[in-house]
């Protein structure tokens, strides 16, 4: 089917990042434009949308109190940091898991703990993975975790959490209530994985408010718009939404929103651009 497609949009974080490892081994039949990459996604669909959505799955799957919880954000990307500004202002304590210091030291400055995941296995009681990547949360951190310990996906797929490896360590799993599992360890303790360690917002909730979804569609139909236009005269690579259709898209939406905001004036636009005065 390749010779008849002139080029695609991808939609999320993980997309892009496998359409990008296919083009670094030249695989990529056709160019794709990055959608999670413009601002108007991925500031706020990924942050607002998986922070909100992620915690209205928490809640209708075992409507425990957040308030006094420690809750364990594994990935301080955009949909973690959007996890744990909600969490924590809903009144939990949150700890922060990264593997890149630029990242955690963000988390850190933000006023979150960061520890690794061993330091925090012990001491959580939800742990809630948005990392894009896999196992992690493994047997040797459920070994150390409270009787009650929630786990939670928002991230990836099922495979954040090893999923296998918590198995393996239960002497009894039930459902205790729809979309929350119990897995009963020997010494007695008991975990919860809920949704079965699928995507928490979308399989315990409705997935992201449509009036957060508006600009993440809106740059797929823009750049379906564009894609098709330019794609026969583009490489076969990924690329960055262009700027001004993120630009558009955002005074479309703050218009929406009955929200004005100023212009420069010709001098400030000319300042700006300038080197030679307030040099
Ligand atoms: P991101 O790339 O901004 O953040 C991921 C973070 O996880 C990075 O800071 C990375 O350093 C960290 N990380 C990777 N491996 C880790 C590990 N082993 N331990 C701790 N931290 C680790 O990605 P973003 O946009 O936050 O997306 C994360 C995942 O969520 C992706 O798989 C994406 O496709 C998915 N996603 C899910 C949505 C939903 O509705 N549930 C919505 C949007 C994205």
Known sequence: MLAGVVGGTEETTTGVIRLRALEAQGGLGFPVLSVNDADTKHLFDNRYGTGQST????????????????????????????????????????????VDPLRALEAVMDGFLVMPAAEAAAVGDVFITATGDLDVIRPEHVARMKDGAVLAN????????????????????????????????ADGRRIHLLAEGRVLNLASAEGHPASVMDMSFANQALGAEFI????????????????????????????????????????????????????
């Open 154 to 185: 928002a991230g990836h797929f099922d495979v954040e959490v090893d999923l296998p490896g918590l198995a393996g360590l239960a002497v009894e799993v039930r459902e205790v209530r729809p979309s929350v599992r119990e897995f009963e360890m």
């Open 55 to 98: 915690v209205d799955g928490l809640l209708r799957a075992t409507n425990m109190l957040i308030a006094g919880k420690r809750v364990v954000v594994a990935g301080f990307g955009w949909c973690g940091r959007g996890i744990a500004s909600r969490v924590r202002g809903m009144g939990a304590s949150v700890i922060v898991l990264e």
């Open 228 to 279: 098709a236009r330019e794609g026969p005269g583009l490489e076969k690579r990924v690329y960055a939404v262009p700027r001004h259709i993120d630009e558009e898209i955002a005074a479309v939406k703050l218009a929406t929103l009955g929200v004005e905001i100023d212009a420069l004036t010709p001098d400030q636009a000319r300042y700006l651009a300038s080197w030679d005065r307030g040099t």
